[in-house]
């Protein structure tokens, strides 16, 4: 099938490009010797999965139970649930726990490690627990100076029937940069923070089996993972404009794009609407610290080619181009198709049910998307 057969809006993947950047960050990692385990909230597919881990361990991270249990159901049953663990959300972690050979979830708060065992023992399963850590984000964690960063993996660790897993920290402030050099300093700080908290660890007495960071940026940027056990990157099997602006990438190593038809010209005002609104791309605005007139995507044409344009507004099923050059504005004809390179892959994939698979100018395939919590 060629795109001009495809009905708009539709979500493309040039799996090619996706091959080659999981090839890229999987012999990053390994050459700063640490394991990678690829965060898949941002394409959630089983067969994008099987290309990050190819003849490696199949270990994943995951952002939903739902993710997990599809996840496990399909070979996969090495998971971490990065998201601080709750006790609505006890019961179907130990159910899944049983089907996996690992199950590692993640917790800050003082109390849920007493809770979460009692429930464990009741069942008689033992579960992998993180301290989540705070290295400067801000969204969940602990800071690495409080009484809370060494009494939390104490209580773990003499549970019954928890496992003290490690710290586990997610730098996503980085996304926040507004230059490369920021970016990599704060990549050495996300680190430097869980390799020095880890060694205080240590030094009173509490073994840390694993020390995992993670964030796109920061790894794609970092100089050594010394120190470090683990990497959890998710965005870089997709990449995207927000990515490419902040210097994680190329714009020519993003791989998802979304198809949209053009539906309306008006020549006054130099605007093309496109068929591609909120629910298609999402309203993520993007490296805005960067490239305040990012928009909510850029405008390529179907080959890929950037036509230095922008979706300058959003509705639900509407998006709004300025088209201020009069010769390209003459050539967006309502019909035409293009191709838009979303802000924020992982959001914009989350709008659809599947994955237009484009190889040598063709979609050859189509995989599905899993989504729910």
């Known amino acids: 099938m060629n795109l001009s ?14 091959r ?3 090839e890229r960050m999987q012999t990053r990692v390994e050459q700063m010797c640490a394991r990678l385990r690829p965060h898949i909230k941002t394409h959630k597919c089983v067969e994008v999965a099987r290309l990050q ?3 490696r361990s199949p270990a994943l991270t995951v952002s939903t139970l739902a993710e997990a249990r599809w996840f496990a159901a399909r070979g996969f049953t090495d998971l971490t649930y990065a998201v601080p663990i709750e006790p609505g959300k006890f019961a179907a972690a130990i159910e ?3 089907e996996c050979e690992r199950l590692a979830l993640i917790t800050d708060d003082a109390d849920i490690s007493a809770q979460l065992n009692a429930e464990a023992r009741a069942e008689n399963v033992k579960l992998d627990l993180f301290l989540k850590v705070d290295c400067g984000y801000h969204r969940c964690g602990v800071e690495p100076e409080t009484p809370e960063a060494f009494e939390i993996p104490r209580r773990i660790a003499d549970a019954s029937h928890l496992r003290f897993a490690g710290i586990l920290t997610h730098a996503g402030h980085s996304y926040h940069s507004r230059s490369l050099e920021e970016l990599r300093s704060l990549a050495r700080h996300e680190r430097d923070v869980m390799v020095e908290f880890a060694a205080a660890l240590r030094g009173a007495d509490i073994a840390v089996p694993v020390v995992s960071i993670g964030s796109t940026p920061t790894i794609s940027t970092v ?10 990157p998710g965005n870089y099997i997709f990449f995207d404009a927000f990515q490419a602006t902040l210097g994680s990438c190329r714009f020519e190593d993003c791989a998802l794009t979304v198809l949209a038809s053009v539906v309306h010209r008006d ?5 093309v609407v496109i068929d591609a609104g909120a629910i298609a791309l999402s309203k993520d605005r993007g490296a805005v610290d960067a490239d305040p007139a990012c928009g909510y995507g850029r405008v390529l044409d179907p080959e890929g080619l950037d036509l230095n344009l922008r979706v300058s507004s959003l509705s639900q099923e509407h998006g709004i181009i300025d088209a201020l050059d009069d010769a390209l504005f003459d050539q ?6 293009l191709r838009i390179l979303a802000n924020h892959s992982c959001l914009t ?25």
């Open 20 to 22: 080659r950047n999981a």
């Open 223 to 232: 100089e050594h993972l010394e120190g470090v056990d683990e990497a959890r």
């Open 5 to 18: 057969e495809l009905p708009t809006p539709a979500l493309v993947l040039d799996v090619a490009r996706v």
């Open 53 to 55: 881990t190819s003849a």
């Open 332 to 337: 967006l004809k309502v019909g035409t198709r």
């Open 96 to 98: 899944l726990a049983r």
């Open 349 to 373: 994939a989350a709008q659809h049910p599947h994955y237009n698979v484009l190889e040598a100018g063709r979609i050859v395939d189509r995989w599905q998307i899993q989504r729910g919590w």
């Open 267 to 271: 020549r006054t005002r130099r605007k």
